[in-house]
């Protein structure tokens, strides 16, 4: 998120006692907040040292060892039978009955009535086949922080109260959590927006969870929260990630890919400074741009200079006009909607009407959760609220667009994820050819049943509950309900144990009732 007034201001106390602001612009009700958490943001923002624990000395990784809690399905040779299926493969197309041939981690076929030799057959006859979710735009280093939010304490007040409180191994188990409750929840990728990272071994801890993990993703590397607006992100650092998680021993086997994310042009020359490293490294962008009336960030300024462009991902973008999205349409730059996070940080409101803009205009609109903390981690719900009101309001200057209908929330939660992360010609559809993630969906439980209409269906009445089965690059990681890639008691075990950590850390409201770790 982008504070709505483009603020600049770094997370600090000022010595004439001024505000403590966030890395959104936004200022922090620090009587809310613990004494340790105001001099830990104030002494980072003033030396530029970073508040770690003993574990965050170290620069590099070593050589990754799986945790105890993965257990890592092969990818085997499949085939899911009689699957009602809806492909978002405009030549396959939405089919009664459909069978699914998968090999190696690939779709090998789709069609009726399949002879396939060898394969484990699936029998999915009472079953809803899809594409697995694409996520183009969540914070998981505070996973786990889900529940620090209370009535007069929500997301920007607990997310600085906790951000110099959070080691690295905090960072690791709130990163799994989050990994594995998406592909629990039928999503197989994610763009992990890293807009906290406090040094190597943080970034270390958050890439160690992606190979743990198994999930599709982006990492997209970021600053600090609270780092002063004219540091730039570490590009060393990036550098080290790069050679290290992404190079020829990289333990991710393609499923994980390097982006970085910037704090937009709000203090130009940071900006433009960090562009020039990012365009000579050729990586992805992602920038927030906006939730309230008005953004430093405008897209057609960013297609003046250059920058814009299909691996250009713009988050929110609420205030956008004409201009901006015709900028959009004439460089590709795709927008990432966080749906629940727009009808609460949305202060200018009219939050359905920048998004039925932006569909007429052409635009790829993917959908997000922004954090746990503001959405439950649920496409199903993310789809169905986006169609609940995209609609045209009469009245207003929206009454002649057309509205949201099934099928474009389903492409806004799968295909046109990924083409937002550029991973189209990889993922986002059942098309032959491109890696299997893919889900299962339950269509005989009581809250579906009868089933009618595919694409309704899937955007109405689903949710995470009926998922049955979950492929990603062809590995089954959840059969029956369950997740068989993970020990999901042992993540929750885990994360419940680092959140009362970052709790005691950060103090103040947060403060534990007590000094012993929950346990499961």
Known sequence: MTGPQGSTEPEHLSNAGTPLFDDCGRPVPTHLIGRRTLLAAAGAAATGTLLTGASAAAASPGPHTPSKSVRRPERGHYLITSAALVSVDPTIGNQARADIEIKDGRIVQVGSNLKVRGAKTIDASRMIAMPGFVETHYHMWSALGRNFVSTGFEYFAAKSATVAAYQPDDFYHSVLLGLVECASAGITTVNNWAHNVRGPAYADAELHAHADGLVRARYSYGHRDGQPATQLIDFADIDRVRGTWFGPKSPFDGLVHL??????????????????????????????????????????????????????????????????????????????????????????????????????????????????????????????????????????????????????????????????????????????????????????????????????????????????????????????????????????????????????????????????????
């Open 259 to 520: 982006g970085v994310n910037l704090r937009g042009p709000g203090t130009p020359a940071t900006f433009l400074a960090e562009m020039t490293e990012v365009r000579k490294r050729k990586l992805p962008v992602s920038v927030h741009s906006g939730q309230g009336p008005t953004t430093a960030v405008r897209a057609a300024d960013l297609e003046q200079q250059g920058f814009l462009g299909p691996d250009f991902l713009l988050c929110h973008a609420l205030p956008f006009d004409e201009a901006d999205r015709q900028a959009m349409v004439r460089t590709g730059a795709p927008v990432s909607f966080s749906v629940h996070s727009e009808l609460r940080l949305g202060t200018a409101g009219g939050f359905h009407g920048q998004l039925l803009r932006m569909l007429a205009a052409g635009i790829t609109v993917s959908l997000s959760f922004d954090a746990s903390s503001l959405a439950p981690i649920n496409m199903f719900e993310s789809m169905n609220v986006a169609w609940n009101l995209g609609i045209p309001w009469i009245g207003s200057d929206t009454a002649s667009l057309p509205p949201v209908v099934f099928k474009q929330a389903i492409e806004m939660a799968t295909i046109n994820g990924a083409k937002a992360l550029g991973l189209d010609q990889v993922t986002g559809s059942i098309t032959p050819g491109k890696r299997a993630d893919i889900i299962l969906i339950r269509a005989d439980d009581l809250n579906i049943a009868p089933l009618g209409d595919l694409e309704s269906t899937v955007v109405r009445s689903a949710t995470p509950a009926n998922i049955d089965t979950v492929f990603i690059d062809g590995r089954i990681v959840k059969r029956n309900r369950a997740m068989v890639s993970h020990d999901t008691d042992k993540v929750v075990r885990n994360a419940a144990a680092a959140a009362h950590a970052v709790r005691t850390r950060a103090g103040g409201i947060l403060t534990p009732t007590t000094t012993t770790p929950p346990k499961f």
